[in-house]
């Protein structure tokens, strides 16, 4: 039977009676071909049973032999049942939505003639379905004479299901399927959430009904989620538990089913992880707790710590993330999946924040004592992305030394000036006499203004400027103000013939590790222990996000310099089931460095350019990627 005939029947079963129009909606097809469609499925139905349409109104199925129509409806389940799978992949998503469905045991033999394939590869295909499943803290419990099952908690094996489902189908593509029992859930939820004020997007909102929906189909086999009394009794002092208890009441209506106070537990702890994926620009109620904060906190010091990037007065992304962190932590809790349409986007336009978010993430993995997935990473990446545009927009304000040898009367009349010219752009201005800069604290200058030369390196960058400040002075001095891109003699400097290794061969990214390592911490007079932060971050969070492209670093700056060890392989190596060739070791000063935010801002534009990373990989020399490197900016 023709898939569109199967689905016209399968809708009218459900609703009984539709009218032209809806039901040619829902089959995405003209009211002409649901015509022939309907001729079709009658010619099927064989006369135990027919659709008929009413005139003027609506079309209607009815059974005149009830055991030949059920009957009926169980082959053609079966036969859909029994597709069978053709490829590896799909062998193995069979399986897992098969295992996880059941409670009992299946032995490999059973399984072997049910796919049509040999128990060697059986085996193999076993295999990949527990790496899959792993991630969901479930097992393949094996036994002789009784064969395999799923073991682990109800929760993650719901969790898997809804994962499966996504997966295969998308939640927009579930419900333009026409399934009305899934359609009936989404207009409970929609309706109760509407009424209390609970805001969610439309993808959380069919994550939601997903997860309601396979709920019922788990208790339809008499599986419910256990919580511990004092799991329940945190959820229900939640504030989204009495709207879960409306859904849970209109579902109970609906589908003539009983939930218990677990499975309404259930559903608060999804009304509660969804609500960080409210839509862009909407307030929403979360109380923000000291938990939350002190999290916040800790995501922001290891930024300050890896980067250099300083967000520790930058109130408005701290609040973002903690708006975000407390749902985040409930769907971490119970390792609750959500799905980010925008994560390759994310990689891609905005890599310098999805780095950033990766290692703030770590703060959240050993917290929470699990792995944060990519599509977590990438929500918390654009909280990091708009912190960094705000940044270009919003001139942050400078700390001034101006160092004058002419006494105190003109260093003032400098200091007015420059307060004149640059007012909005300045925080402080502090008064030196040249004869006294070595007893300057820099922690918190960032530029030096000197009406004489300064002949002695100092950590932050220096302008020479007039007495009196002239028109010259002032535009040439408009870039200090205003953060623009590295020059590229400035850019080459984080970069040199030594410490760029080409067509290395190696087999496993720790071995790159290792010889970048080494090779740094020799040339660079790196601390002994400055390979064990690079490895202490790479368990942290991975440092692959596609494009060929790796970029490892130490948990804490420790360089006497900033500097990047770039390695590239002749084959790529697996980095954490990401393909990786082109490897960038990043090595960060531990004192302030002024150029590292606009250098991160220009390294990222040759990170996520495809053409520059190929041609790194073809030409493999330092000359022509330095070249490669300038024209991308």
Known sequence: MRKEITKLIELLVAQNRMAPEELASALGISSRTMRSYVNQANEELQGFASIIKHRGTDYELIVDDKDRFDAFQKARHIAAQTAKPSSPAERVDFLISNLLQRNDWITLEELSEMLFVSKSALSTDIKLVEK?????????????????????????RRVCIANQVLKKLGAQGILEGGNFQLNRISSVVEQVIEADGYRINPAA????????????????????????????????????????????????????????????????????????????????????SDEAWSIVQQMIEVIWSAYRFDFRNDLELQMNLARHVVPLSVRLQYNMTVNNPLLKDIKTRFSLAYSMAIDACSVLSDYFKTTVSDDEIGFVALAFALALERRKTEAPKKNILVVCASGAGSARLLEWRVRDAFGPYINTIQLCDVTKIDCVDFTGIDYVFSTVPINKALPVPIRQVSNFL???????????????????????????????FSHLDFATKEEVIDYLCEQATQKLSLPKEFKASVYERENAAQTSFGNNVAMPHPMN????????????????????????????????????????????RTFSHFLISDQAIQELIQNQTFEEFLSSLKNTQ
């Open 205 to 288: 909102h069919q994550n939601l009904i997903i997860h309601i929906a396979i709920a019922l189909s788990r208790i339809a086999n008499n599986c419910y989620v256990p919580l511990t009394e004092e799991n329940l009794s945190s959820i229900k002092n939640n504030a989204g538990y009495a709207t879960a208890q409306k859904i849970a009441h209109e579902i109970e209506e609906q589908f003539q089913v009983s939930l218990p106070e677990e499975e309404v537990a259930y559903i608060a702890i999804h009304l509660a992880g969804k609500q960080s994926l409210s839509e862009a620009g909407q307030e929403d109620s979360l109380v923000i």
């Open 470 to 500: 002239d028109a010259s002075d002032i535009s040439s001095m408009q870039s200090v103000f205003h953060d623009e891109k590295l020059s590229a003699d400035e850019l080459s400097d984080f970069f040199s013939s030594d410490l760029f």
């Open 557 to 600: 700056a420790m360089s006497s310099k900033s500097a990047v060890v770039v390695g590239v392989l002749d084959k790529s190596v697996d980095w954490n089931a990401n393909a990786v060739q082109a490897v960038f070791l990043v090595c960060i000063a531990k004192d302030k460095d002024w150029r590292l935010q606009s250098f991160f």
């Open 132 to 156: 899959e499943i792993s991630k969901f803290h479930l097992s393949i419990l094996k036994r002789p004479y009784y064969g395999i099952k799923v073991e682990g908690s109800e929760l993650n």
